[in-house]
C-alpha cells in the first residue's frame, strides 16, 4: 500500500500524461522553439518554505502540440475557480431553484473549508518542476493534498445530482454521466495543469465522497435552516468568523486563507439571507422543506432572456455591493490599525485579510439571497 501511495504521488505520472496530452516543457538547449500558451518566457514565482529556489520556483514556458486537450482541460480548470462558483451558483438561486442553491452552497462551504485546513496542516508539496509543466502562477504557493478543485466539482456535481433526483423528473443515468463527466474533467484539468499529483486527486474526490456521506442524513436540516430561532445570525456569524481567524497558520504567505474567508463568509452571508427572507417573510412563496416532484419545463427563447436579464441584474448589483463594502471595510480597518491606505501588503495581515474579506463576502451572500430577488420583484422580473 505504501508503495502505491508513493506511486501515486509521483511528479513523473503527472509529467507522463501531460506528454500524452501533448504538453511538452521548452528544451533547455533550444528556449525558442515554438513555444505557446500564456507563458511567455520564464516566470519566476515567489520562492516558499515548500519549493526549492531552482528551479521548482518556476513556471516554464511549455509547448502544446495537442490544442484540443489543451483547451479542453484548461476550459475544465476554470470550472473549478472563483468565475464559475460566482457565476453557476447565483444563476442557480435566481433562475432554477433556491431549494437547490441553498443545499450546494452549504456542501461547498463545508468541502472547501475542510480541503483548504487539510492543505496547511498536512503540508504535501505539489509536484516539482521539472519534470511537470506548470499552467498557473497563482496558487503554486499552496500546498498539494487534497486538490480543493477535485473536492469542489465532486461535491458540486453529485449535491446536485443527490437533491435534484428527487425533485426532479428526468432520467437519473442523464445525470448520473454529466456529474461524472464533470467531475473528472475538472479533476484530470489539474494533472494537465501540473498542480496536483494524482495522490492529491483521488484524495479530494475521496473526501469529498466521505463528506458527503457523512452528511447526506443532516441535509433535511439544512432546509430548515431559515426557521431557525431569532438568535441563529449570532452563531452564523460568529462560528464562521472563529473558524477563518483561527486559520492554521503558515510558514509563508499564501492566498489560501483569505481564499477559504471568502467562501466560508459567503456560505454565512447566503444563510443568513435565507434567514432573513424568512424572518421579515420578504419572500412570496418559500422553498418546501421537502422535495417536490416537478418537471423540468422546456428551454424557451422567452425563458431565456429572462433567466440572462435576471443575472445580468443580480450582478451587477453583487459587484456593485461588493466594491462598496470592501473599499469601506478596508478605510475603516486601515484607519483602526493606523496603516498607511492602499498599502497592498497590509491587505495581508491576519487583523485586516480576514474580517474586511469576511465582512464583503458576507455582505455578497445576503446581497444575493435578499436584495436581488426583492430588486427582481421590484422589476417585474419574477
Known amino acids: 500500500m505504501a508503495e502505491l501511495l508513493r506511486s501515486l504521488q509521483d511528479s513523473q505520472l503527472v509529467a507522463r500524461f501531460q506528454r500524452r496530452c501533448g504538453l511538452f516543457p521548452v528544451p533547455e538547449d533550444n528556449p525558442r522553439e515554438n513555444s505557446a500558451g500564456p507563458s511567455e518566457g520564464t516566470t519566476r514565482v515567489p520562492e516558499v518554505a515548500h519549493l526549492p529556489a531552482n528551479p521548482q520556483a518556476y513556471v516554464e514556458k511549455h509547448v502544446v502540440k495537442n490544442y484540443f486537450y489543451y483547451y479542453l482541460f484548461r476550459f475544465s480548470a476554470a470550472l473549478g475557480q472563483e468565475v464559475f462558483y460566482i457565476t453557476f451558483l447565483p444563476f442557480t438561486h435566481w433562475n432554477i431553484d433556491p431549494y437547490l442553491s441553498r443545499r450546494l452552497v452549504?456542501?461547498?462551504?463545508?468541502?472547501?473549508?475542510?480541503?483548504?485546513?487539510?492543505?496547511?496542516?498536512?503540508k504535501w508539496p505539489r509536484p516539482s518542476s521539472p519534470p511537470v509543466v506548470k499552467l498557473e502562477k497563482r496558487v503554486v504557493a499552496e500546498y498539494g493534498m487534497p486538490s480543493t478543485h477535485a473536492m469542489a466539482a465532486t461535491a458540486i456535481s453529485f449535491t446536485l445530482l443527490i437533491s435534484s433526483m428527487d425533485r426532479y423528473q428526468y432520467p437519473f443515468v442523464l445525470g448520473l454521466t454529466m456529474a461524472v463527466v464533470f467531475s473528472t474533467l475538472v479533476c484530470l484539468s489539474r494533472l494537465?495543469?501540473?498542480?496536483?499529483?494524482?495522490?492529491?486527486?483521488?484524495?479530494?474526490?475521496?473526501?469529498?465522497?466521505?463528506?458527503?456521506?457523512?452528511?447526506?442524513?443532516?441535509?433535511?436540516?439544512?432546509?430548515?435552516?431559515d426557521s431557525a430561532s431569532p438568535l441563529f445570525p449570532v452563531c452564523v456569524i460568529v462560528v464562521p468568523f472563529f473558524l477563518c481567524y483561527n486559520y492554521p497558520v503558515s510558514d509563508f504567505y499564501s492566498p489560501t486563507r483569505a481564499d477559504t474567508t471568502t467562501i466560508v463568509a459567503a456560505g454565512a452571508g447566503v444563510t443568513l439571507g435565507f434567514w432573513i427572507?424568512?424572518?421579515?417573510?420578504?419572500?412570496?412563496?418559500?422553498?418546501?422543506?421537502?422535495?417536490?416532484?416537478?418537471?423540468?419545463?422546456?428551454?424557451?427563447?422567452?425563458?431565456?432572456?429572462?433567466?440572462?436579464?435576471?443575472?445580468t441584474v443580480?450582478?451587477?448589483?453583487?459587484?456593485?455591493?461588493?466594491?462598496?463594502?470592501?473599499?469601506?471595510?478596508?478605510?475603516?480597518?486601515?484607519?483602526?490599525?493606523?496603516?498607511?491606505?492602499r498599502n497592498k501588503e497590509a491587505r495581508r495581515r491576519l487583523e485586516i485579510e480576514v474580517p474586511y474579506k469576511f465582512v464583503t463576502?458576507?455582505?455578497?451572500?445576503?446581497?444575493?439571497?435578499?436584495?436581488?430577488?426583492?430588486?427582481?420583484?421590484?422589476?417585474?422580473l419574477l
Open 106 to 122: 452549504m456542501i461547498w462551504v463545508l468541502v472547501m473549508y475542510i480541503g483548504q485546513v487539510a492543505k496547511d496542516i498536512l
Open 361 to 380: 463576502y458576507t455582505s455578497v451572500g445576503i446581497c444575493a439571497t435578499t436584495f436581488v430577488p426583492m430588486l427582481h420583484r421590484f422589476l417585474g
Open 277 to 311: 427572507n424568512h424572518f421579515f417573510q420578504l419572500v412570496s412563496q418559500p422553498s418546501p422543506s421537502l422535495p417536490v416532484i416537478r418537471n423540468i419545463p422546456p428551454l424557451t427563447t422567452d425563458m431565456l432572456v429572462l433567466g440572462l436579464t435576471k443575472f
Open 192 to 225: 494537465y495543469t501540473g498542480m496536483h499529483t494524482v495522490l492529491d486527486v483521488l484524495g479530494g474526490v475521496l473526501i469529498t465522497a466521505f463528506l458527503i456521506a457523512l452528511t447526506y442524513p443532516a441535509w433535511t436540516l439544512i432546509d430548515s435552516l
Open 314 to 341: 443580480g450582478i451587477v448589483l453583487i459587484v456593485l455591493v461588493r466594491q462598496l463594502v470592501q473599499n469601506l471595510s478596508l478605510q475603516v480597518l486601515f484607519s483602526w490599525f493606523k496603516v498607511v491606505t
